[in-house]
């Protein structure tokens, strides 16, 4: 699929992903959090962004939160746009264990049901506190609850009808550099493909990252062909 297809608009962007679903397309999205915020991409098998996303969260708590935050945030646009395959990275392996550990141990622990506040007739069968030692262990103690409201969230995103049941998360074992500097853009931005390309800095990273060579006009000379 080349990348022109992804389309500009939102409507756009949604009918593609239709039409890949349909053919088993396997996204990739990463997530990556830093000192200033955190930062989503989707990117199809090609690795071609066609969304980005960064954030600014209102209060700082640190880098591993907001990784996670990202990872909470990548998960409901995946969600939103219906996007059923993929392979979902981020960019701390700490993080990347954390959740792991608490995926595989969720229903390990002798903890009863809880009350779902989404949803008052189910209770939740899951939990995320017994394995809350290894936030401890990552020097993240006073964040704890934090931490364990977005884990939670993130379970029960996955867990829920037509969530991903087979919810899983992997270090990025590429460079992720565009994610990471989104991450530590400052900016609350949202953008899709032309306007990917239109910011200059991001557009360069972007096509080192992708195609191995970092000059737009190179880039779109190379397209040209
Ligand atoms: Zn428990």
């Known amino acids: 699929m080349c990348r022109e ?69 990548a998960l409901k646009l995946a969600m939103k746009h219906r996007i059923f395959h993929f392979f979902f990275y981020c960019i701390s392996e700490d993080l990347c264990e954390y959740v792991k550990l608490s995926w595989a141990y969720k229903r390990r622990c002798d903890c009863p049901p809880r ?44 867990l829920e009808r037509q969530g991903y049941p087979w919810f899983d998360l992997w270090a990025t074992e590429r460079s992720a550099k565009v994610v990471h500097h989104l991450a530590k853009s400052g900016l609350d931005q949202e953008m899709r493909i032309n306007e990917i390309e239109e910011d200059e800095k991001i557009a360069e990273i972007l096509y080192k990252e992708v195609y191995g060579h970092g000059s737009l006009q190179e880039v779109m000379l190379q397209m040209k062909k």
């Not at 069968?125 to 609850?145: H, P, T």
């Open 115 to 158: 009350d779902n506040p989404r949803n008052p007739e189910k209770k939740l069968d899951y939990c995320v506190r017994c394995l809350a030692y290894s936030i401890y262990e990552m020097g993240e103690e006073s964040n704890a609850d934090k931490i364990l409201f977005h884990i939670d969230e993130i379970f029960n995103d996955a």
């Open 5 to 73: 297809e992804w389309g500009t608009t939102e409507e756009e962007t949604t009918s593609f992903i239709k039409d890949a679903n349909a053919c088993f397309h396997r996204f990739k999205i990463e997530a990556c959090g830093s000192y200033q915020g955190y930062a989503v991409i989707i990117r199809d098998k090609e690795r071609n962004p066609f969304l980005v996303i960064s954030r600014v969260p209102e209060d700082y708590v640190s880098p591993f939160y907001n990784e996670l935050q990202g990872v909470s945030l």
